[in-house]
């Protein structure tokens, strides 16, 4: 390809790929993490109500509507609340605002493969600090000194969860440096960092509604932290799109922070699905972590990650999988409903016989 015209910034980057969207034939597809129930009917009747004539003005730059409902629910003030056009959107303007450069930022070597990318693209120097050898997170190793912190909790793609006294540890080892806790994932069954916020002024916790509130499609993610912290967000937004969030994404996100039932309802059955499934794999010879996501990281001794993930495939199901060094034999398998999960428990079987 002939990168003439690129900037020298992006001459050597190696972009974020997302998982399979097909477009081809119908798959169950258990890949991407999304939620296997529909957002809430209140929902899709916020977004009705919007579709008006007011499409025509700009939406809110400041959301406000949005993180005033986001702060109720948080038990905060809307000038913690930082709402942006999805969590990676999100992810990325904090790594500009906290992160700088000469000064080394830390995450896992295995987490969300989108840190290294936001690094890179920023000039960040940073470290990936391994691992331990069965996934958990080492520690220790996140106390040193850095310039920022990254934590994906629970952690894609194992599913594992670092306690809040943990967390508590990596904040206290250095005040002057701002820790991140990723929770995509944590309504599924993690203990969330919000509670730490009043108590930690470098935290910040990053949301989004495309998991447990079914809104893949729709776009909003939020930050969490001290005022003075989400201000230096909103600094970079405003240096790069007044209006991240359209005025369908926030009637939506309003909607769905709101129907606290439904919310509740739907990942309640996403959990139950989750432990039915890991108990069905287990029988089956499967290795798979304790996950408290709406995901499962599994392994088997009798099939490599490449040939299982590419034998579901030709039966009909999409999953994730990694071309990474000490996760080549692990597949990401998002929970889909009872029946889709049975679908790829058998078809799991079907290839083990042989």
Not at 51 to 74: G, K, N
Not at 107 to 125: C, E, G, K, W
Not at 182 to 207: C, I, K, M, Q, W
Not at 328 to 347: H, P, W
Request: hydrophobic share 35%.
């Amino acid at each position: 390809m002939d990168k003439r015209f690129w900037s020298s910034r992006i001459q050597d980057l190696e972009p974020y790929i997302p998982g399979e969207q097909p477009k081809d034939r119908v798959f169950i597809k258990l890949n991407t993490n999304e939620n296997p129930y529909p957002p809430s009917p209140k929902v899709l009747e916020a977004i009705r109500s919007a579709a008006d004539e007011t499409l025509r003005l700009y939406p809110d730059p400041e959301a406000s509507q949005l993180r005033q409902t986001i702060a109720e629910y948080h038990g905060l003030t809307p000038e913690q609340v930082f709402c942006g056009n999805g969590s990676d959107e999100v992810l990325g303007l904090c790594f500009y605002a906290f992160f700088s450069p000469g000064r080394r930022v830390i995450f896992p070597d295995i987490t969300y493969s989108f840190y290294p990318v936001y690094a890179h693209l920023f000039q960040l120097d940073f470290e990936e600090i391994p691992l331990n050898e069965d996934f958990s997170f080492p520690v220790e190793k996140f106390l040193r000194g850095s310039g920022g912190a990254v934590v994906c909790n629970p952690n894609a793609p194992t599913g594992r969860t670092l306690p809040l006294e943990e967390i508590c540890r990596i904040l206290e080892a250095d005040p002057n440096r701002v820790v991140m806790v990723d929770e995509a994932y944590a309504d599924f069954g993690a203990r969330s960092a919000v509670e730490l916020l009043n108590r930690y002024p470098n935290l910040v916790t990053v949301h989004t509604l495309s998991k447990s509130r079914s809104l893949a499609g729709m776009r909003v993610g939020y930050a969490l932290g001290s005022p003075e912290v989400m201000a230096a967000v909103r600094c970079v937004k405003n240096s790069f799109n007044s209006y991240p969030l359209d005025r369908l994404a926030l009637a939506a996100g309003e909607a769905a922070i709101r129907d606290v039932e439904y919310f509740e309802e739907s990942r309640r059955k996403v959990i139950t699905t989750r432990e039915r499934t890991t108990a069905r794999l287990r029988e089956l010879g499967f290795f798979v972590h304790d996950s408290n996501a709406n995901f499962i990281f599994i392994t088997h001794p009798a099939v490599g990650g490449k040939e299982l993930q590419q034998s579901l495939r030709d039966r009909g199901v999409l999953v994730r999988w990694f071309d990474k060094p000490r996760i080549r034999d692990y597949l990401r398998v998002s929970i889909g409903t009872d029946q889709e999960m049975e679908a790829m428990c058998r078809a799991c079987q079907d290839i083990l016989k042989g």
